[in-house]
């Protein structure tokens, strides 16, 4: 029998031992927070009145259930779970309240008074190496002694040992000699801007070991000031570092940034930005709506953008006027105003009593056009369309660049769709007519449809328009609902 060691078992072995290890971790394991069906099933929620209590009397354990302090009614009232969106009462200072996924929880109020809020999650046979958890937290401050201020707690504790692992305890005294210091302060308010993530590594021979993670916020004795923090993303797993979290399948990097998916952008990767339909082969010929702008013998159009159902921000000009920077016209030729003009020529379809759209753009952006379209068929591509020429044909220094917008159509106007048509070139020979646009999928029936200047004014910066088209996507059906 040979005496040289069988590394092969030994190798084996620790992997049995390693996947044994992984699998009792996700078994014992939480992720974010246990909040994403909407409650607090799992948790603890305490809560009473601390009217007669010093801040360094306070302790957790008080106002959880069976607790000296614990008062039903108060409990039931002064916690919530919440939703992405800003902080209600201090709005863009605390600007996301869900660190990731769709919920987190909120200990404490807001109101004034006495009362204190807390809640507690208990985590049996713990298997994992670490224990992630993140909070946001605010404090109004009050000219009161240290003693008598809003107070915060943040606990993590081994109870299989009876050891604190982890102990945040701050408060809103003015003179406050807390062991942890929120980093902001703003208008009588001591709050965090941004998420505070925890880490505790657990050592190896705590493993298995029953662990909780208990929230407090107090409110000042005197009635007058509040405090609650935020809490969310309690487990094994390590909570995203980008806030407000990458939507559609962006990446959150290093930098605490998203990288988005081809066909979105944002800083969340919430827009929508892919390229015309026919980019992709799923062109449909046929548009639902059309804007061509007419036709007639006059160069000058007597039309105004309400004829066509669009707004602009630009000044009208008429025969006579030359467009310069801030105007526009409709005109069947270009007009003999400027010598680096394309003077003379057509429009997209060479039409000889055909209108386009001409713009001088101003020194500061302004929108070409602003259209609402309603009775939109929800979850269908459509793609928003024109044909864009640079008037220059030579000496210009500044190349025409569009960007395109789909909006929500409601008072927040939601940015729902975004695309560059990037510089627009001059050529020395010809008005070069071409398509730009961008497809989208509608997650609303109405919406609102814009070009806006993406370039400033001033030497060049001058284009025309024709032929704005909105259309389905091919195999997609009847374009309104």
């Known amino acids: 029998m040979s005496n040289t060691p069988n590394y092969f078992l030994e190798n084996d072995w620790m992997i049995k031992k390693n996947s044994l290890f992984w699998t009792v971790c996700l078994l014992s394991s939480i992720e974010n927070g ?13 809560g009473g009145n601390r009217s007669s209590v010093l801040s360094s009397q306070i302790q957790p354990e008080d106002y959880l259930p069976n607790g ?6 108060i409990a039931l009232s002064s916690s919530s779970i919440v939703t992405q969106g800003n902080d209600p009462l201090v709005k863009e200072l605390l600007p996301c309240i869900v660190y990731t996924g769709t919920y987190a929880w909120r200990v404490g109020d807001m109101a004034k008074g006495t009362r204190v809020a807390v809640i507690s999650r208990q985590v049996d046979n713990y298997y994992c190496s670490d224990i992630y958890f993140a909070w946001l937290a605010y404090l109004e401050v009050g000219d009161h002694p240290q003693n008598e201020s809003s107070v915060i707690i943040i ?36 709050y965090t801007p941004v998420w505070q993530v925890e880490r505790v590594s657990i050592n190896q021979s705590y493993q298995g070991h029953n662990f909780t993670l208990t929230v407090l916020a107090a409110n000042c004795r005197e009635q007058f000031h509040s405090s609650y923090v935020y809490i969310d993303s309690f487990g094994s797993v390590k909570p995203s570092t980008c806030n407000p979290p990458c939507q559609n399948n962006g990446t959150c990097t290093i930098y605490h940034n998203c990288t988005c998916a081809f066909g979105f952008t944002g800083q969340t990767c919430n827009i929508q930005s892919a390229n015309l339909c026919s980019a992709n082969n799923t062109f449909n010929s046929t548009p639902i709506i059309l804007v061509t702008f007419g036709s007639g013998r006059k160069q000058y159009s007597s039309a105004s953008p309400a004829s066509f159902n669009f707004s602009t921000t630009y000044m009208q000009v ?22 680096t003009w394309h003077i003379g020529a057509l429009d997209h379809t060479e039409d000889t009593k055909g209108y386009m759209f001409l713009v001088n753009a101003a020194i500061e952006a302004g929108q070409f056009y ?10 269908k591509r459509y793609e928003f369309s024109v044909y864009l020429a640079n008037l220059c044909k030579q000496g210009c220094a500044i190349m ?15 940015l729902l769709a975004q ?3 990037g510089a627009i070139p001059m050529n020395q020979n010809t008005l070069d007519w071409k398509k730009y646009g961008l497809s989208f999928i509608a997650p609303t029936n ?14 060049g910066n001058d284009l025309v328009i024709d032929d704005i088209a909105l259309r389905v996507c091919a195999a997609q059906g009847a374009g309104f609902c």
């Not at 960007?403 to 927040?412: I, L």
């Open 155 to 190: 606990e993590l504790k081994d109870i299989s040992n009876n050891e604190t692992l982890l102990s945040r305890r701050f408060d809103s005294a003015v003179n406050s000699t807390s062991d942890y210091k929120l980093i902001a302060y703003r208008d009588n308010t001591i």
């Open 68 to 73: 000296a302090r614990y008062e039903e009614l």
């Open 419 to 421: 695309l560059d048509s």
């Open 34 to 46: 246990g909040f994403e069906n909407g409650s607090s099933v799992g948790w603890t929620v305490g």
């Open 400 to 414: 025409p660049n569009v960007r395109f917008e789909v909006r929500s159509a409601s008072s927040n106007h939601t």
């Open 370 to 379: 602003n259209s609402t379209t309603n009775h939109l068929c929800i979850n």
């Open 446 to 459: 109405s919406v609102t449809l814009l070009m806006i200047s993406n370039a400033g004014g001033g030497d």
């Open 318 to 339: 008429s025969s006579g006027s030359a467009p310069n920077n801030g105007y526009f016209a409709f005109v069947n030729s270009v007009p003999n105003d400027f010598s």
